[in-house]
C-alpha cells in the first residue's frame, strides 16, 4: 500500500514516515499543499493523511482540489 503524508511539522511527517514504513507501507511526505498534489498525481497513493491546519493551502483546500479533478 502507497501513502502520501501531506503536514507542515516535520516531526509529524517524520513520525509518520517511520512507523508506516515499519509496517511495511510505501510512505512519501510532503510540506506543503501544492507539493502534496503534485505528489499525489505522481505517485498515485491508496491513502492520503493531511493535515487541516497548514498555511498557504489548507488540509481542506488540497482535498477539495483533488476532488475537482
Known sequence: MKIVAID????V???L???FS???YTVKCAETGVKGIELVYDFKPDLIIID???EGMSGLEVVRKLRAE
Open 8 to 11: 507542515d511539522q516535520q516531526l
Open 13 to 15: 511527517r517524520l513520525s
Open 17 to 19: 514516515e517511520k512507523h
Open 22 to 24: 515499519r509496517l511495511g
Open 52 to 54: 487541516i491546519n497548514m
